[in-house]
């Protein structure tokens, strides 16, 4: 019997294994800085949240409590100016889960392609092979994709690896021509939250779109935002006959967010305090990691937004991540993303403020 695991690639963080050990060998102990992994505290008022509707013995809804929901519409309102009807929206188990499943949910087969960036997040690329449909790659969807072919694009702005942005007129423009060759586009918008040199925009707003929604996904996430990558608590927004059609098969497959997480994203949602003192954490790490690997020699491309430094040092990355792992130091090799991070590192900031303070010492040498 065919396994499904001989389709797919390997998985890379496997390859870093030897580089970690290293790194945790360093008399200090290892910085790791490879992994976006939140590393401070889950905000009491989600925690609180989550402890007072533990007591949840029925079956929640696949569609979301009707006061989750309404979260969901109001956050995007407010946040991003997006008018997204309530009935509209729908929670995930995380935004990973959906990356990988999407193609397969959709009724994507052999002979269709799912397109994604040319540097991007590994499960992409993942999500296309198990629908059994070709993975292809762009740097730009609008003349590099056959449109007879492709059915489902992805954008991912802010990017992982890169914090690559993109603006409502580039945004405005892939839309219209995905929209005339009845293309659906989903864009992973997990990090619109940290924009630290631009503000993220939606596909969903409506200079970019036009105000309605045909054609088009956004898939947020709070494990960033409300440092609840442990709950699993994410949702997408979009297309009416699209979310209604992932509903639907969602149902029979049982992809269920347990009651308690609702309950907790409701109260990321609904509280903006805990997300600004977050974003301030992770400004400051940002900041005194961008001054230390500069003054290392490294050259900072993009990283407008998002949790990472997109860094080189025009060299293969793994001489980079061996070299920065003898001094405790682990980062991703950018090849992680794809052919084009050959010679590029991806450097987290979801690290604590000891352990950064301690890259920064390391880093000039101290």
């Known amino acids: 019997m065919p396994r499904v695991s001989d389709r797919l690639p390997v998985f890379p963080w496997d390859r870093l294994e030897p580089y970690k050990t290293a790194a945790a060998a360093h008399p200090d102990g290892i910085v790791d800085l490879s992994v976006g992994t939140p590393v401070d505290p889950v905000p009491e008022v989600v925690r609180q949240a989550l402890a007072a509707a533990a007591d949840s013995p029925g079956y929640p809804p696949t569609y979301g409590t009707p006061e989750l929901r309404e979260s969901i519409a109001g956050w995007l309102a407010r946040r991003h100016a997006v008018a997204a009807d309530p009935a509209h929206v729908l929670p995930l188990v995380g935004s990973k889960e959906l990356v990988g499943w999407l193609p397969l949910l959709l009724g994507l087969d052999a002979g269709d392609q799912v397109a994604y960036p040319r540097l991007a997040y590994p499960t992409y690329e993942v999500g296309a092979l198990m629908a059994r449909a070709e993975p292809v790659t762009y740097d730009d969807p609008v003349t590099d994709l056959d449109p007879a072919r492709v059915k489902l694009v992805w954008l991912n702005t802010p990017s992982n690896p890169t914090g690559r942005t993109l603006g409502a007129d580039e945004l405005r423009r892939i839309v219209g021509w995905a929209r005339e060759h009845g293309i659906v586009v989903v864009s992973d918008e997990c990090y619109i939250e940290l924009g630290w040199e631009t503000e993220p925009v939606s596909v969903l707003h409506p200079d970019v779109c036009g105000g309605g929604h045909t054609g088009l996904i956004a898939v947020h996430s709070l494990s960033k935002r409300s440092n609840c990558a442990g709950y699993r608590g994410a949702f997408l927004a979009g297309d009416p006959e699209l979310v209604g059609e992932l509903l639907g098969v969602r149902k029979h497959l049982g992809m269920i967010v347990p009651a308690p997480v609702q309950a907790?994203?409701?109260?990321?949602?609904?509280?903006?305090?805990?997300?600004?003192?977050?974003?301030?954490?992770?400004?400051?790490?940002?900041?005194?990691?961008?001054?230390?690997?500069?003054?290392?020699?490294?050259?900072?491309?993009?990283?407008?937004?998002?949790?990472?430094?997109?860094?080189?040092?025009?060299?293969?990355?793994?001489?980079?991540?061996?070299?920065?792992?003898?001094?405790?130091?682990?980062?991703?090799?950018?090849?992680?993303?794809?052919?084009?991070?050959?010679?590029?590192?991806?450097?987290?900031?979801?690290?604590t403020d000891e352990r950064v303070e301690a890259a920064v010492r390391r880093l000039a040498g101290a």
């Open 264 to 351: 907790a994203m409701i109260a990321a949602l609904d509280d903006q305090a805990h997300a600004d003192e977050q974003y301030a954490r992770y400004a400051r790490r940002r900041a005194a990691l961008r001054t230390a690997f500069e003054g290392a020699g490294f050259r900072i491309e993009h990283s407008e937004a998002s949790l990472y430094l997109w860094a080189t040092r025009d060299e293969p990355c793994w001489d980079t991540v061996g070299d920065l792992s003898k001094r405790g130091i682990l980062v991703a090799p950018g090849d992680f993303y794809g052919p084009e991070g050959g010679r590029f590192v991806r450097i987290a900031f979801t690290a």
